[in-house]
């Protein structure tokens, strides 16, 4: 059985700074991509950022220059670290990892900024 481990959500003032986490663990291989989308009330769930195994990065356009991903491929982690965040970034963060040929989706962490 596979579990994504999200971790790093919360309140924080707009202009401040957030790191979320995404362990994978269990019986989980050839991971490929591993990003991060949101859902705000209301809305779709939206890509944030997406990483290859290689390396290759990907960004919605709304959070180009202010979030950066990362991953540490012998943890089977990714990270986000979101930066200058906006009151239109509050949302429910899920993580998304790709390995055993399937996506697999964390539980979601909560990320508010006020205004």
């Known amino acids: 059985q596979v579990q994504l481990a999200e971790s790093g959500g919360g309140l924080v003032q707009a202009g401040g700074s957030l790191r979320l986490s995404c362990a994978a663990s269990?019986?989980?291989?050839?991971?490929?991509?591993m990003g991060w989308y949101r859902q705000a009330p209301g809305k779709q769930r939206e890509l944030v950022a997406r990483i290859s195994s290689g390396g290759s990065t990907t960004y919605a356009d709304s959070v180009k220059g202010r979030f950066t991903i990362s991953r540490d491929n012998a943890k089977n982690t990714v990270y986000l670290q979101m930066n200058t965040l906006k009151p239109e970034d509050t949302a429910v963060y899920y993580c998304?990892?790709?390995?055993?040929?399937?996506?697999?989706w964390g539980q979601g962490t909560q990320v508010t900024v006020s205004s």
């Open positions: 998304n990892v790709y390995g055993n040929l399937r996506a697999y």
């Open positions: 269990g019986s989980i291989f050839s991971i490929t991509n």
